[in-house]
Structure formats: C-alpha cells, structure tokens
C-alpha cells in the first residue's frame, strides 16, 4: 500500500517549515492542535505512513536535526531541569537521525557512546545496574542521578532507537530479553511488561503494545527475534476469517493509524490494521528464516 500521497501525509508535510522543522522538537505524545506539531510528532507519523530517507521530506528533516546535533542550530525547546539536557538531547536528536538513515557520523558517535555503556553493563551475561551507573559517568562525562528517570532508566524509546543493530551479537539478545521483560516496558511506547499481551487485542492498549514492538522488530539478530516468536504467534491468532486484523476504533491514534484518508468504513480500518500487522510478521519471519 502507498499511504505517501493521502491527505494524512499532505497535511504534515505541508507544514514543515524552510528549516526543516516543524517547530519545538521534544514531544512524543499525540498531535496538540490541527495545524500544530513537535518535529517528534511529524516524523512517528510520516514514519507509520510509509517515508524513508529517500523521500526529501525526511531528508530535510535530517538535515535538520543534525545541525541541531553539530550546533549549526539549536532546537527552541526549553531546557528540562531533572536531567542532563544538553546529554539528553544529544540523545534524542542521534535517535531520531539513526531511525531514518545509520550514515551520520554525529549520531553514530552518540551510538558508540551508549553501545560502550550498555555492553558494559551486561558483560557478565545478564544486568548489572553498578556497571551501568559506573560506565554512565565514565562514558558521558556526568553524575548519574537516580532521580532522573530517563537517563537513570535506559529502557526507553531514544536508547532502544538508537542501538539498534549495534550490539555485539552475543550482548543483543541479553539486553533484548531485559527489555522484553521490564516491568514498565518501553519509557514513552508502552508502561506494562512486553512479555504480558494485552487482554483484549482491539484496544488503545493493543495499539501501544504494538508501536513497542515494532521498535524491537527491526533488530535483526537472529537470536533477538526467536524471542519475538510469541508475538507472532498472538498475532495470528487474531486474525479475522478472512486473514486478516481489525484493532478496533479504538487503536486510531494520529501517530500509527489510521493511514487511508478515513475509517468511516470498516474495510478501511481492516486494510490499514492488515497492512500495519503485515509488516510487523514480516519483520519478525525474516530474520526467523535467515
């Protein structure tokens, strides 16, 4: 299906300014207002709707964030106070550049960071949160504080991003199964545990499981995948008589669905459903079948 040229895409690409931009940076939540979005919002959504680096809204918008990262520009956004900001948004801008293309040496300098980091804190073959905190300070140069959650916690959408495909192959799986089995999920994806399914399967919650899941199937170590196999399974266990997915109403959400112009019809719903659940089985079958 080609989702690029609907009015969904029209409507944001439209907005983006001469910059690159679509104004403040930080902001995973939904769109705010009609004609008002963070850059973050904009680039979920383009995303869910099918862009990729080739397309020139994408690439202006990398262009984008790496003069932010470079110090070229500077984002509008107002500093935070419970974390280091500037680290922070080294972070955010690096995730979001690697999501779209792994050829920036900025973001991938940033990778390198949090790669040396993480590989660290499971060296000894699961977790450890001493090492973590230890290579933290010595690897970014700051005082790990554990009040502040999102760089305290590294299970959360930016590092998730940002180390994909990174890893050393016999690390991945052990920080794959970690976050897999967090009791609080995906920090700004999903709050729950991923190895819980949600209960009911057309549901808000459904939809969130999903977009967490999705972050995790484009690792492709083998050994990562085996361990979404669950899913896949789930998955097929849902399908409607005809083959296919319906998430309900409830899963439109701005970001990921809906992608055709209108549910007003349920063909409509089941279509961008089946296509969103199709490439996630893909994902995880092909890496299964390497």
Known sequence: MNYKDGKWAKKITGLQRDDGSWGYFHSLSNPVAANRM?????????????FTIDDSVIKQAVNYL???LTGKTKPPDRGEKNHNWKVYTELMLSAWIRIFTDKNAGANQTAA???AIIETSFAGGKYDHDNYIRNFENV???KFNPRAGRLADFVHFYI????TNTLDKKIEPLFFKYILEHKTGIYYVYGKKLTDLPKIFQSKGTDNYLAAIELLANYKNPECKKQLAFIAKWLNQNRLETNKWDLGKQAKDDIHLPLSDSWRTAESRIQDCSYRIGWLLNQIKYVENQ
Do not use: M
């Not at 998730?160 to 180390?163: E, H, P, R």
């Open 66 to 68: 790496d003069n932010c």
């Open 160 to 163: 998730v991003s940002l180390l």
């Open 113 to 115: 960071k949090w790669r």
């Open 38 to 50: 963070t850059t973050e919002q904009a680039l979920r959504r383009l995303q869910a709707l099918g």
């Open 140 to 142: 970014l140069k700051i």
